[in-house]
């Protein structure tokens, strides 16, 4: 694997089809994000923030972002340990607090990943694979607070 990756992406702000920002109750939070070859993605804020809640805000990404890169990791592990995954799925959870006066920010988030493994697989090295999952998983080494995963491993029925 090559040392570094380039991902770009074009943001623009569509809420300015609704007026400038003259008011801060008032004005649209909506924006667009557009990556080369992908169907964009229509955001907002979250509604605390005055966002539109039927649209996917920043702090949905980020969660998302943070399950689904700790999934692709161990599902790959999983594959070269050859410990064959039937299923996978996560019930994540993040808390964002005050950080600093006046500085929010995420100060943890829990995975909470429910895998079904084939019936003679080893679910205790399965189980512990979650542990190098979180290691490797780029967007859980980007952040600056704590990535938690209580996984649980069951194996399918034979």
Not at 59 to 72: I, N, R, V
Not at 142 to 153: Q, Y
Request: net charge negative; with cysteine; charged share 20%.
């Amino acid at each position: 694997m090559e040392k570094s990756h380039r991902y770009d992406l074009r943001l623009d702000w569509t809420g300015a089809r609704q007026g400038a920002t003259a008011n801060y109750e008032t004005y649209s939070r909506e924006y667009r994000i557009e990556i080369a070859g992908k169907p964009a993605l229509t955001g907002s804020a979250d509604p605390t923030f005055r966002g539109d809640a039927s649209l996917h805000n920043p702090e949905d990404m980020l969660l998302a972002a943070l399950s689904a890169c700790h999934m692709l990791s161990y599902l790959a592990l999983c594959a070269r340990s050859r410990i064959a995954v039937a299923a996978y799925t996560d019930a994540a959870s993040g808390t964002m607090s005050e950080k600093a006066p006046h500085r929010v920010g995420f100060t943890e988030v829990t995975l909470r990943p429910r895998v079904v493994i084939a019936a003679g697989a080893d679910s205790v090295k399965a189980k512990a694979l979650h542990d190098q999952a979180h290691e490797i998983c780029f967007i859980a080494n980007s952040v600056n607070f704590p990535v938690h995963h209580e996984a649980e491993i069951t194996i399918a029925a034979g």
